[in-house]
């Protein structure tokens, strides 16, 4: 078999291995990404895998599709509302994390400051997915939200410069601190600059494009390109994809058409799924349990440098943002989330994969990063839940979830009911038979109804809320009535793209109406 | 006599309000007005398409709302009309009370105060003086014990 056959018959069987994780993780209710690790340490116990690709190969591949995803489903507008905040934390932040993980692990560890350095900027990228998905599930508020996201989206994009600026020096040994913050300060405004260009020339042409296979492409170019043109230039690679999918998901897609965004949606999804995936795999595949071992007092002392000093970094940023008013202003209950939602994955995974052979302590260090990626996804990414629930930041009361419980078992009767139904029309249950089941159904339907409509009663806040759903649903419904119109050629296409897009816009004003009215009641909210 | 006007947004206090109101109309033989006011602002900072869904949205769950009010006015027996404006809550409120003579206007107090809430439990009361104040408008304020 030639090369090309080989690597391709790799890509395949990893590609596969993530999916057949991904069914046993869903099934079995697992932790999907630290299962992959688990997985990659059981296949690696015969051999551990020796990644023969370059290092600037490996980021070039992984870190476009992370970020470019998380990047363009940010909201600019809500963005500029809690940009100072996201600034401190994913700027000096990050400096200070990189200092701080280093100075720690340095002594701890006792491994050379320069390599210890190396190691501080690559685990000081955060990595909420698990977090934010939580948030979502559990309606944590928007801005606390929007906060962890946007501080993982920047700290990326200057963690990688760092972490650049610190291989070069642990490698050469050579390391001015004035031509490190040039080079720092040149690097990511460039990377910023490039994005900038190319984002903007982007957007327009998507939001003059209607045919969405073309946009999907022009998308791709973006993200990809941008990260190649920028490291053409010796500039961040990651920061001009971080602004070029800013500008292209808020000023680009505004006037998509409804079908191309479902497109462009669900391709980043796919993409940014499958490199978190594969990093998750291929870290499990390049560790071996003998390294884990060997570095275990290793990998102790870096995950108590990074927990002590994400402390110190929220806690003394967040004191700090209350110098730039109000606005800034991080709430107490919100620095405890951010501090032990400070979760590590897939780019520090990345990063530590990238190190060039030649790195003093090279496998020491992904042993350190293996144990802080997984004690941040077992230890805080388990108990984060908690901590929202003691803090009060979790918006479903127990009316909420009672509600909740009483529209599940309604859905289930009524399921129970339309099945019987089935099979006495089938002839599969005899008339009595069917009429004795109906009725105990009927009764077990009219209870919950009755449980509902007085839980609404005692709670008249659950009947805006139930507005708010059902309206949703029913949009919902429309949309895809229209869309089986267009699929049964009822509807042509201009027709279907104007009548959807004026439902998603409906939708889109919906979720801010519900934002604004919970967030600022006003007159209605106490009438 | 002229319309009660029952001020309503949904809410924790909706509901009591609207049954108060209905009460009242019930009592007194007078027509029931419920009325939903939505601010501006939120539209107002949004792009033109945007921001028209909002206005066309809030009018939509508006009228939704009150749908469900006079549903149960209904099976009370009670005729009721149902309005939603856009505008300044306040002003708007109190134009709209000028504008069909009003002889009470019925609104809901919280239970729970919010900083950033136009009619937090203190604010409602103040709200209530004002309104009587320049339209001599009787005021009730269904308190969250009623």
């Known amino acids: 078999?030639?090369?090309?056959?080989?690597?391709?018959?790799?890509?395949?069987?990893?590609?596969?291995?993530?999916?057949?994780?991904a069914i046993i993780a869903r099934r079995r209710r697992l932790p999907y990404t630290v299962t992959l690790v688990v997985i990659g340490l059981l296949i690696a116990i015969p051999t551990s895998l020796e990644l023969e690709a370059t290092p600037d190969l490996i980021l070039a591949i992984f870190v476009p599709?992370?970020?470019?995803?998380?990047?363009?489903?940010?909201?600019?507008?809500?963005?500029?509302?809690?940009?100072?905040?996201?600034?401190?934390?994913?700027?000096?932040?990050?400096?200070?994390t990189t200092l701080l993980v280093g100075g720690m692990t340095a002594l701890g560890a006792g491994m050379a400051f320069g390599t210890a350095v190396v190691f501080g900027a690559l685990i000081a990228a955060t990595d909420p997915v698990a977090v934010v998905s939580l948030f979502r599930a559990l309606g944590v508020p928007r801005q606390l939200a929007l906060t962890v996201e946007g501080e993982s989206l920047f700290n990326d994009g200057t963690a990688i410069v760092v972490f650049r600026i610190a291989v070069a020096a642990a490698l050469t040994g050579v390391f001015e601190p004035l031509t490190g913050l040039t080079d720092f300060l040149r690097i990511a405004l460039g990377g910023i600059g490039v994005g900038l260009v190319l984002?903007?020339?982007?957007?327009?042409?998507?939001?003059?494009?209607?045919?969405?296979?073309?946009?999907?492409?022009?998308?791709?170019?973006?993200?990809?390109?941008?990260?190649?043109?920028?490291?053409?230039?010796?500039?961040?690679?990651?920061l001009a994809v971080v602004v070029a999918g800013l500008l292209c998901g808020n000023v680009g897609m505004a006037g998509a058409s409804p079908s191309t965004k479902i497109m462009i949606f669900n391709l980043w999804e796919y993409l940014a799924f499958l490199a978190n995936s594969l990093v998750f795999l291929l870290i499990g595949l390049s560790v071996d349990l003998t390294l884990l071992w060997d570095n275990l007092g290793a990998m102790v002392v870096a995950v108590v440098a990074v927990v002590g000093s994400r402390a110190i970094v929220v806690y003394g940023f967040s004191w700090l943002a209350r110098l730039w008013?109000?606005?800034?202003?991080?709430?107490?209950?919100?620095?405890?989330?951010?501090?032990?939602?400070?979760?590590?994955?897939?780019?520090?995974?990345?990063?530590?994969?990238?190190?060039?052979?030649?790195?003093?302590?090279?496998?020491?260090?992904?042993?350190?990063?293996?144990?802080?990626?997984?004690?941040?996804?077992?230890?805080?990414?388990?108990?984060i839940q908690l901590l929202?629930?003691?803090?009060?930041?979790?918006?479903?009361?127990?009316?909420?979830?009672?509600?909740?419980?009483?529209?599940?078992?309604?859905?289930?009767?009524?399921?129970?009911?339309?099945?019987?139904?089935?099979?006495?029309?089938?002839?599969?249950l005899p008339d009595e038979m069917w009429a004795g089941l109906r009725e105990g159904y009927r009764q077990d339907q009219q209870q919950v109804v009755q449980e509902i409509k007085q839980l609404f009663h005692e709670h008249a806040e659950l009947e805006g809320e139930m507005l708010f759903q059902a309206r949703r649903e029913a949009l919902k419904a429309e949309r895809g009535a229209l869309w089986d119109a267009l699929r049964r050629n009822i509807l042509s296409d201009p027709v279907y793209e104007r009548l959807s897009t004026d439902i998603d816009h409906r939708l889109e004003a919906l979720d801010l109406i519900y934002s604004a009215t919970h967030e600022r009641p006003s007159v209605g909210e106490e009438g | 006599m002229g319309p009660i006007v029952c001020a309503t947004r949904g809410g924790e206090a909706g509901r009591r309000t609207q049954e108060r109101a209905i009460a009242l109309a019930k009592e007194r033989g007078a027509e029931l007005v419920f009325l939903c006011v939505f601010d501006p602002s939120l539209a107002g900072q949004l792009n033109d398409a945007l921001g028209a869904a909002v206005e066309m949205e809030q009018q939509w769950l508006g009228r939704a709302l009150?749908?469900?009010?006079?549903?149960?006015?209904?099976?009370?027996?009670?005729?009721?009309?149902?309005?939603?404006?856009?505008?300044?809550?306040?002003?708007?409120?109190?134009?709209?009370?000028?504008?069909?003579?009003?002889?009470?206007?019925?609104?809901?107090?919280?239970?729970?105060?919010s900083a950033l809430a136009a009619f937090h439990p203190g604010k409602v009361h103040h709200f209530a003086e004002r309104v009587r104040q320049n339209t001599g408008v009787d005021v009730l304020v269904v308190s969250p014990e009623e």
């Open chain 1, 1 to 21: 078999m030639n090369r090309f056959l080989t690597a391709e018959s790799v890509v395949v069987v990893l590609v596969l291995v993530t999916t057949l994780v």
């Open chain 2, 66 to 113: 009150l749908g469900t009010a006079q549903a149960r006015a209904q099976k009370e027996a009670v005729g009721t009309n149902a309005v939603v404006l856009i505008g300044p809550v306040l002003e708007t409120i109190e134009g709209f009370l000028r504008q069909v003579d009003a002889s009470a206007l019925i609104i809901g107090e919280p239970k729970t105060s």
């Open chain 1, 325 to 383: 008013g109000k606005t800034s202003r991080i709430p107490s209950s919100w620095r405890h989330v951010l501090f032990w939602g400070g979760l590590r994955g897939a780019i520090s995974l990345a990063l530590v994969l990238s190190l060039p052979v030649a790195m003093p302590a090279r496998r020491e260090l992904q042993a350190m990063t293996f144990g802080v990626v997984l004690f941040t996804l077992l230890a805080q990414g388990t108990t």
């Open chain 1, 199 to 238: 984002g903007w020339i982007t957007a327009q042409l998507v939001a003059r494009l209607e045919d969405r296979l073309t946009v999907t492409s022009l998308t791709t170019i973006l993200a990809f390109g941008s990260y190649v043109a920028a490291e053409y230039f010796h500039v961040s690679g990651v």
């Open chain 1, 388 to 428: 929202l629930e003691r803090l009060g930041l979790t918006e479903r009361s127990p009316q909420w979830v009672a509600r909740e419980t009483r529209l599940g078992r309604l859905f289930a009767t009524q399921a129970g009911l339309r099945r019987l139904e089935q099979m006495h029309r089938d002839g599969m």
């Open chain 1, 65 to 96: 599709p992370l970020v470019f995803e998380a990047a363009f489903h940010l909201d600019l507008r809500q963005l500029r509302e809690n940009l100072t905040p996201i600034l401190l934390l994913a700027v000096p932040g990050v400096l200070l």
